[in-house]
């Protein structure tokens, strides 16, 4: 039987592979296109977003794996009834028991990897995205400007045009600046000469222009101000990338604080190896098909059933975020419902087919 297990494994992980590559391309291919839209407004560079692409790899992997490695179970074991091997392996004694014995050399596996990434590698990662972005916000300057085009940020309400830039894009000369006002006292700046500064202690950028005219208000109304300068000082926005989630998704998972939103934190990392074991056994329970059915027969009813497990968990996550429910139950109630699930329709399996 030990060829036996090793074929079943190897057909497993040929198509877990297959399946984590499609959905990954999928998963990354969105965020990515996310973060050109992005780039496009002004609040990243391209070299930026590929980097955060990077950066966020693990936590795709350990989102994408549990449903790539249910997929992968489901195609195997249905192969195995479509084909008729799973009569032979019957026949010969080898139930869902042990078929389960043979399929948990892979779900295990993989479930050890999530469980690395969930609770220490994302974190260490999420944490080094963090650094790297802070960095861009204190040295990037005015890297995005291109000479002689209209550069615009914030959502299409700040526009700077720069006639030259210099080498190290640390000074502009012949500066225009429009920023829109939500009051309606739109502002318009033009100067000879420009530089950015750095507030040491903050981090906080900001623009210092030189021997120019500022122009305050809309032209016709009787509050428009002419203003001449010197110098004048204005301060850099630095949009931060979701900062919120992204210094409690880089907190080590054992020194997640008790607010909500920490214990609903390390609850979802516990969670996703959780959700990861049960889903390898759960597509075990659900691929037994009948006579004469097809091998993809059971795909739909068993996404709904993957798809509904992944949805409660977000639910249960959300509802403790918000202090909806008690932080204690976690996410249990979701995953005891599905193992209970996964025990019943694996008994289902060596109990004989209704034609």
Same mark, same amino acid.
């Given at each position: 039987m030990r060829v036996a297990e090793k074929y079943v494994n190897k057909e497993l992980f040929s198509l877990f592979f297959f399946i984590l590559s499609f959905l990954l391309l999928v998963v990354v291919g969105g965020r990515f296109l996310s973060y050109l839209e992005e780039a496009s407004l002004g609040l990243l560079s391209s070299g930026t977003a590929l980097v955060l692409i990077i950066f966020r790899i693990p936590e795709f992997i350990q989102v994408v794996a549990p449903f790539?490695?249910?997929?992968a179970v489901l195609l195997t074991c249905s192969r195995l009834y479509a084909e008729s091997e799973m009569a032979i392996f019957q026949s010969a004694g080898i139930g869902a028991y042990g078929l389960a014995k043979w399929l948990s050399i892979s779900i295990v596996s993989i479930?050890?990897?999530?469980?690395?990434?969930?609770?220490?590698?994302?974190?260490k990662m999420s944490s080094l995205m963090e650094k790297f972005l802070l960095d861009q916000r204190k040295t990037s300057n005015f890297e995005m400007i291109t000479p002689g085009d209209?550069?615009?940020?914030?959502?299409g309400t700040y526009t700077i045009y720069s006639e030259n830039v210099s080498s190290d894009g640390s000074s502009l000369k012949n500066i225009f600046v429009f920023e829109e006002?939500?009051?309606?006292?739109?502002?318009?700046? *033009?100067?000879?000469?420009?530089?950015?500064?750095?507030?040491?202690?903050?981090?906080?950028?900001?623009l210092r222009l030189q021997?120019?005219?500022?122009?305050?208000?809309?032209?016709?109304?009787?509050?428009?101000?002419?203003?001449?300068?010197?110098?004048?000082?204005?301060?850099i926005d630095n949009p931060a990338i979701e900062s919120e989630k992204l210094k409690l998704a880089s907190t080590p998972? @054992?020194?997640l604080n008790e607010l909500s939103k920490g214990r609903a934190e390390f609850h979802w990392r516990m969670g996703l190896p959780i959700f990861c074991f049960v889903s390898g056994f759960l597509a075990l329970g659900l691929s037994k098909t009948k006579p004469r059915q097809g091998r993809y027969a059971k795909v739909v009813p068993a996404a709904i059933f993957i798809f509904s497990y992944y949805l409660?968990?977000?639910?249960?996550?959300?509802?403790?975020?918000?202090?909806?429910?008690?932080?204690? @139950?976690?996410? *249990?109630?979701?995953?005891? @419902?599905?193992?209970?699930?996964?025990?019943?329709?694996c008994y289902q399996v060596d109990k004989p087919s209704r034609v």
């Open positions: 790539a490695i249910f997929f479930t050890l990897l999530v469980a690395y990434f969930s609770l220490a590698l994302t974190p209209f550069h615009t940020t914030k959502k006002s939500n009051s309606g006292k739109d502002i318009s700046l *033009w100067a000879k000469f420009g530089e950015i500064g750095i507030n040491d202690e903050t981090g906080v950028r900001f021997d120019g005219v500022r122009y305050e208000g809309r032209p016709g109304s009787a509050d428009y101000r002419i203003l001449e300068f010197q110098s004048f000082v204005q301060k998972t @054992l020194d409660l968990l977000l639910f249960n996550h959300n509802a403790i975020v918000e202090d909806s429910m008690p932080s204690y @139950l976690g996410l *249990w109630l979701v995953h005891l @419902l599905y193992v209970g699930l996964t025990i019943y329709f």
